[in-house]
């Protein structure tokens, strides 16, 4: 069979520090343009947010869909917390703003989310059956759950206490930046955090994404779990993919 490729679709990332897109080829996931990125409006307002993404969708002449991966739980489109947001997006319909500043069909799903589809398609998770966590560690701490490959959405399990503490707040690398933690200090904080996943979920796998998946050699020596770890394969790309995939089902 001689079948053409899809068109490309734009996936946006929403991030605590920055708002990045790209067209993504969507059966091999890679990026067919250059990533184009805007720093995230400070405060993080529902207004500045939609400017910076009809930026986006407006440097690349949009007019497809568009899958935007956002820093919450995301139900049907309506933003349901804000941990890094303002909190005026809580039950804001995310997918009818963007839709209306772009005039483009919109998916919207949690950011976690979408980096752990693309990561189990393309990624670390391929062919990986069983209990699977993709863990974003960024500004906020994302989980993403798979169970035999079929995601468990807006699982939000970066908000565990504890010692008392959202572990957010303890374990994310936004914490070991602000708190200047050696990056042994802050890798038994993220231990910690594993561990107790690993006793609640009893995962196969944690697949550890977001910026600080670069760094792995200064913090995986320090890591000490019965579950196999693995760092993302598509590293900081993975949710501009993951978005594009979840939109790429709008076009079919
Ligand atoms: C949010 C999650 C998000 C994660 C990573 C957390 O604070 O509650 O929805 O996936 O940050 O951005």
Same mark, same amino acid.
């Given at each position: 069979m001689n079948e053409t490729s899809p068109q490309p679709i734009l996936g946006i990332d929403i991030g605590g520090s920055g708002i990045k897109g790209a067209p993504v080829d969507i059966v091999s996931g890679q990026l067919v343009a250059d990533r184009y990125r805007i720093p995230t409006p #400070? =405060? !993080?307002r529902p207004g500045d947010v939609v400017d910076v993404v009809a930026q986006i969708v407006r440097h690349f002449e949009w007019q497809g869909p568009v899958g935007i991966g956002f820093p919450a739980a995301v139900l049907n489109g309506v933003v349901k917390t804000a941990a890094n947001i303002h909190k005026s997006w809580i039950d804001t *319909? +995310? =997918?009818a703003?963007?839709?209306a500043a772009t005039n483009c069909p919109v998916a919207v799903l949690n950011d976690a989310d979408a980096a752990g589809l693309a #990561?189990? &398609?393309f990624g670390a998770g391929a062919k990986r059956s069983g209990v699977v966590f993709i863990i974003t560690i960024g500004t906020g701490l994302g989980t993403a759950l798979f169970v035999d490959g079929k995601l468990v959405p807006n699982t939000e399990l970066g908000h565990l206490e504890i010692r008392g =503490? *959202? +572990?957010e707040q &303890? +374990?994310? *690398?936004a914490v070991r930046k602000a708190k200047e933690l050696s990056w042994q200090k802050w890798a038994q904080r993220l231990n910690e955090y594993l561990s107790t996943l690993e006793r609640l979920f009893w995962p196969s796998l944690f697949i550890l994404g977001g910026g600080v998946s670069k760094k792995s050699e200064k913090f995986l020596p320090y890591l000490n779990l019965s579950t196999e770890v693995v760092i /993302? &394969?598509?590293g900081n790309e993975a949710g501009i993919v993951g978005a594009a995939l979840v /939109? !790429? +089902?709008l076009s079919q």
């Open positions: #400070e =405060k !993080g *319909d +995310a =997918k703003l963007f839709s #990561e189990m &398609r =503490k *959202d +572990a &303890r +374990a994310s *690398d /993302a &394969r598509l /939109a !790429g +089902a």
